[in-house]
């Protein structure tokens, strides 16, 4: 479905008010990004879509705020919800800069910091900012409500 607004039903895309390649590019490596990595568990993406020199804002605790830690954020995070889904809800650049408006599903099958596995079906939402340069995410800043995982 797609309204004349160009909403495919799917998620919602603003930020660049005529469709430029730069605003597309940026916005297609953080789409690719989440999906490849979250959606389809390929590890890979990281170093295809993440720069030498990235620097998360945000890390995980106790893990390096590099590409080193989103692989293992995400396996922190695919063993304690194995059937963890991502999806983007809405995506939004401006610049180098893009916004990914996220809803993680998923059923907590495993230990999380810590905590044992509840069986409980959760649903956290978030964003994820990334800047761009050259093709890559060289900055990332996420926030998360995290409360859903209790």
């Known amino acids: 479905m797609t309204d004349s607004g160009g909403y495919t039903g799917q998620y919602r895309e603003s930020g660049t008010s005529s469709r430029t ?17 979250w959606n389809n568990g390929d590890l890979n993406v990281v170093d295809e879509f993440y720069a030498s020199n990235y620097v998360d804002h945000t890390p995980q605790a106790g893990l390096a705020p590099n590409r080193d830690g989103v692989k293992k954020t995400y396996n922190l995070y695919h063993k304690a919800f194995p059937d963890l ?3 983007i809800t809405d995506l939004i650049a401006e610049g ?55």
């Open 21 to 37: 390649s730069r605003g597309d590019d940026v916005k297609n490596v953080t789409r690719r990004a989440i999906d490849g990595l």
């Open 85 to 87: 889904n991502t999806q």
């Open 96 to 150: 180098d800069r893009v916004c990914a408006v996220v809803q993680a599903h998923g059923t907590n099958q495993g230990d999380l910091l810590g905590m044992p596995p509840t069986g409980k079906s959760v649903t956290l939402e978030g964003c994820v900012i990334n800047r761009i340069s050259n093709g890559k995410i060289v900055e990332s800043w996420e926030y998360f409500d995290q409360l859903g995982l209790f």
